[in-house]
Nanobody, 129 residues
């Protein structure tokens, strides 16, 4: 089991930036983010969970949804067991609950929710003027 926690959400204006962070707490089995691909998803009420970005282990491959390509950047720090999502030029349509998740799949990078094994609780991002 891997325990994930997101942080960094909040209320911002269109065009602003936010940085989300996904951290993993070592469990009694000692598992962290090591060996896992880390993905970010988002969801709005009444909608399906939407893929945003994924980064492989140890971080050599990334993949983005077309809607965020060029604005969002996913990265990971393998010493701190964290994975961040830098979000620039935010738009109102980026408003959602953002969740991180980990997957044992690496190649090709997983993008479907059912390809991920563990999930965090999510953090709210609201983009509004």
């Amino acid at each position: 089991q891997v325990q994930l926690r997101e942080s960094g959400g909040g209320l911002v204006r269109p065009g602003d930036s936010l940085r989300l962070s996904c951290s993993a707490s070592p469990t009694s089995s000692g598992r962290t983010l090591e060996g896992f691909a880390v993905g970010w998803f988002r969801q709005t009420p009444g909608s399906e969970r939407e893929f945003v970005a994924v980064i492989s282990w140890p971080g050599t491959r990334t993949k983005y949804a077309n809607s965020v390509k060029g604005r969002f950047t996913i990265s990971r720090d393998n010493l701190k067991y964290t994975a961040d999502l830098q979000m620039n030029n935010l738009k109102s349509e980026d408003t959602a609950v953002y969740s991180c998740a980990v997957s044992t799949l690496q190649s090709p990078p997983p993008v479907r929710p059912d390809e991920f094994n563990y999930w965090g609780q999510g953090t709210q991002v609201t983009v509004s003027s």
